[in-house]
């Protein structure tokens, strides 16, 4: 079974960055859609960005447009989500998901089957 596992996140001042990985300690996930998504207490975990098997077919949440990069490694069964110019109101806890189908779809499509632990990113003003 895919169990994805995520590392890399960490406090960082406001414009800092992070880089966020993703691999999946089980079945790979190579032929499968992932996504990243975060929640913060008290609201409803959102996604963030998404990308397809092969890696096209990326799509970004609006609020992180210009500022976030999905991107994978198949070789390596690895999911990236680098993030630059980072604010204040990214601080969450970022979880890796990977959907049961090779194509990402739109955004809000769900279908996300696996989820990792999740790892926290704190984004300090």
């Known amino acids: 079974q895919v169990q994805p596992v995520e590392s890399g996140g960490g406090l960082v001042q406001t414009g800092g960055s992070l880089r966020l990985s993703c691999a999946s300690s089980?079945?790979?996930?190579?032929?499968?859609?992932v996504g990243w998504f975060r929640q913060v207490p008290g609201k409803a975990r959102e996604p963030v960005a998404i990308i397809g098997w092969n890696g096209n077919g990326t799509r970004y949440a609006d609020s992180v447009l210009g500022r976030f990069t999905i991107s994978r490694d198949n070789a390596k069964n690895t999911v990236y989500l680098q993030m630059d110019n980072l604010k204040h109101e990214d601080t969450a806890v970022y979880y890796c998901?990977?959907?049961?189908?090779?194509?990402?779809?739109?955004?809000?499509?769900?279908?996300?089957?696996?989820w990792g632990q999740g790892t926290q990113v704190t984004v300090s003003s």
């Open positions: 998901s990977a959907r049961g189908v090779p194509y990402a779809g739109r955004l809000n499509d769900g279908g996300y089957r696996y």
């Open positions: 089980g079945e790979p996930f190579n032929n499968y859609a």
